[in-house]
């Protein structure tokens, strides 16, 4: 007998041995990013753990490593918090941070004051409740009195300590919250997989996590990625603790996982620095956040404070500009673009996204309209991230009434009716008209483009009534212009006809790279334009090259060699190229001509782009940048040359500002890059 409880003590202790050992090295890995074995010997542990469990199932505890998966969550059982969970008042400019900080100082007359910010992690909000060291539940905020027992499923996620990190004092009574979310670039991931299961995927990384908590089956929850940031101390029993920041220092040690950019500030200047740094950089982060959190250390002062029946008066957050909205898809559209294409248009309700009014999101062919299944009068996600070009994400299909309507595009050219054809994998449909107006006035905007001849002045309204007018028929007839046929035009004064004509006069400079870019050819944009000059140095020997001669440039394929063969091949593009070579345009490189890298203030020269561009996204600016022999850097340090502003610069523009770093506007930017 004696004998017996021996073993079984010594059994207890190598048992419990073991699962330290495990803990520990889960802290190192999931916590602080350390790991300190390999995975393999981490698998060797475990097994280990769960064979001797197996052989001992007497010694199973709740709190062991093993029992992660298992357990029954009932949705709707409800878990009151030990002390209210509240939420927070928003604002919306940095500039409303003052008046808070007014109202606090006001209310804290002559006392030092302490800021903290935190990151607000866009998660769901959850409540860890620990006795004696040991998790016992965990709970949705729910109504902020009440949440919801959701143990079982917060129990898979690996950085929620199971049981805590034993210090002294040890608290016997903790509740702690915190964010439950999933890494941005695991939504697909997630996403992915519910549509190989037939489930519609969630908008966000925001409803990935609360839709993964909220589950029946823990198993489930546990195959999601999910994690957490502890953002605060709810309640404790047996131990003291006067700060906001001791209580993270406690949690922390604790082996909770907290966020690393939390900060503590002396003056709110300081606390907007903050708010101006992260609301340009949080796009680097990898999940997602909607805003910052600023908090009064002082937990005495938080109590002077109070709080209002939702809010604490000791913390507001400060909210970043959306970068996701719903709106109604009003109609759709048909647009007949240069090469013919027809793209379907969303006309959305007008709204308001990060900044600017959208009215308009392409939904960029039928088999992406049928992959969505976007209808007309759909509720849809609409979102602007690092891009500025705003796309539909997802569409609310659980808010379907019933009178949303099916769209598909039609079978004749919305302009000119002639009948449409389907590419082979039926992603494009294609007016094959070549004198379709509406083909030839984005071929003439393309023309007129930046990138291309540069006229400036020539946008699509100007083009609409140059083509509707008969003025011009193709191209070339840009060339025939005469300043009195403009003038009789609407909304044409002397001084923008005379303008004008001097844009087309001075397009005839521009390099034979551009004009070749600016003709159009399918699958010829600015970079292969530019690389089939080097080769054959001007656009006729181009014409006449076979597609042999075309195919054996590096970084030209089959399908943009058959391309440039047939557009050449064709008698009527023939006729053309002759009065565009007529016109005077550049037709061939001057053998004198310095590559463009050298002469200009890209070559050897660090930028940093800042703000959004309206006539490119930040990648392509950059692609410009390195093209030209630049380098383009996040940051903004004594090493940066330029800083290019866009709108809405933030905290980079400031920096520069600070160090006395050349600022460039957009307009002064594309001008240097069209030199
Ligand atoms: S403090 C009384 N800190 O934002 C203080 N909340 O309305 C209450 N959140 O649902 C919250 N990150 O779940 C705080 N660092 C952070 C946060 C944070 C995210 C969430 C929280 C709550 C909402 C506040």
């Known amino acids: 007998m004696l004998r017996g409880d021996m073993t079984s003590d010594s059994i207890q202790n190598q048992v419990e041995a073991l699962r330290e050992q495990i803990r520990y090295h889960e802290r190192k890995y999931f916590i602080d990013d350390q790991p300190e074995i390999s995975d393999q010997e981490y698998d060797r542990l475990m097994k280990e753990l769960e064979c001797l469990e197996a052989a001992h199932p007497e010694c199973i505890m709740p709190d062991s490593p093993t029992q992660r998966v298992g357990g029954e969550t009932i949705l709707g059982t409800s878990a009151p918090h030990r002390g209210q969970m509240l939420s927070l008042d928003n604002t919306y400019s940095p500039d409303e941070l003052y008046d808070f900080d007014q109202r606090v100082r006001k209310a804290l007359p002559d006392l030092p004051l302490t800021y903290v910010t935190e990151l607000k992690i866009d998660g769901l909000g959850v409540a860890l409740l620990y006795e004696d060291g040991k998790l016992v539940r965990g709970a ?109 220092t406690l949690l922390a040690n604790l082996g909770f996982k907290m966020n690393p950019y939390t900060e503590a500030h002396s003056s709110i200047e300081d606390v907007i620095a903050y708010c101006r740094q992260w609301t340009a950089n949080r796009e680097t982060l990898p999940y997602d956040t909607d805003g910052i959190v600023v908090k009064v250390d002082s937990l005495q002062q938080q109590e002077r404070l109070g709080t209002t029946a939702k809010s604490p008066r000791w913390a507001i957050a400060c909210k970043f500009p959306a970068r996701q909205v719903t709106t109604q ?122 990138n291309a001849l540069n006229i400036d002045g020539l946008g699509p309204a100007l083009v609409n009534q140059l083509v509707e007018t008969e003025l011009i028929r193709d191209v070339a007839d840009l060339y025939g212009l005469k300043q009195a046929d403009l003038v009789n035009l609407e909304r044409m004064g002397e001084k923008s006809a005379e303008n004008l004509m001097n844009a087309i006069e001075a397009s005839r400079r521009i390099s034979v790279a551009k004009v070749l870019f600016g003709m159009g050819i399918l699958h010829v944009g600015a970079n292969i334009a530019e690389l089939l000059i080097n080769h054959f140095s001007s656009i006729d020997a181009l014409a006449t090259a076979s597609l042999e001669d075309i195919e054996s440039i590096h ?42 890298t050298t002469a200009s203030i890209f070559a050897g020269h660090t930028f940093v782009l800042t703000g959004s561009l309206s006539t490119m996204t ?56 069209s030199r």
């Open 329 to 450: 898809i009003e109609a759709i559209e048909v647009q007949v673009g240069r090469t013919g294409v027809l793209t379907p248009v969303a006309i959305l309700s007008p709204i308001q996204l990060a900044g600017a009014t959208i009215t308009h999101a392409t939904l960029h062919n039928e088999q992406e309209l049928i992959r969505k299944d976007v209808r007309v009068g759909d509720m849809v996600v609409l979102e602007r991230s690092g891009d500025v070009i705003p796309k539909i994400t997802a569409v609310w299909t659980e808010q379907r009434k019933g009178t949303e309507k099916i769209f598909r595009l039609p079978d004749q050219c919305p302009v000119c009716k002639t009948p449409v054809q389907r590419s082979e994998d039926k992603a494009a449909i294609r007016c094959v008209n070549v004198a379709c107006p509406a083909q030839l006035k984005r071929r003439i905007e393309h023309f007129a483009s930046r």
């Open 555 to 596: 970084g030209i394929g089959p399908q943009i060699a058959e391309s440039i063969v047939h557009f050449f091949s064709q008698p009527r593009v023939q006729a053309f190229l002759k009065r565009l070579k007529a016109a005077g345009l550049q037709w061939a490189t001057e053998s004198s001509e310095l590559p463009e």
């Open 618 to 673: 930040r990648s392509e600016a950059s692609e410009k940048i390195k093209e030209r022999g630049g380098r383009v850097s996040s940051s903004v340090s004594r090493k940066t040359d330029f800083v290019i502003a866009g709108d809405l610069a933030g905290s980079k523009y400031d920096r520069a500002i600070q160090l006395g770093i050349s600022i460039l506007t957009e307009q002064e930017f594309t001008k240097k890059l």
């Open 140 to 248: 949705t905020r729910g109504d902020g009195e009440y949440g919801e027992d959701v143990t079982a499923n917060l129990r898979t996620i690996r950085t929620i300590p199971l049981r805590l990190t034993p210090i002294q004092p040890m608290p016997t009574v903790l509740e702690v919250r915190g964010e439950v979310f999933i890494p941005r670039n695991q939504l697909d991931v997630v996403n992915r997989q519910r549509i190989a299961e037939d489930q519609a995927p969630f908008a966000n990384a925001r409803n990935a996590a609360a839709g993964s908590v909220r589950l029946l089956d823990s198993a489930i929850t546990a195959s999601r990625p999910l994690d957490i940031f502890i953002y605060t101390l709810g309640y404790v029993e047996g131990i003291e603790i006067t700060k906001h920041t001791e209580a993270l």
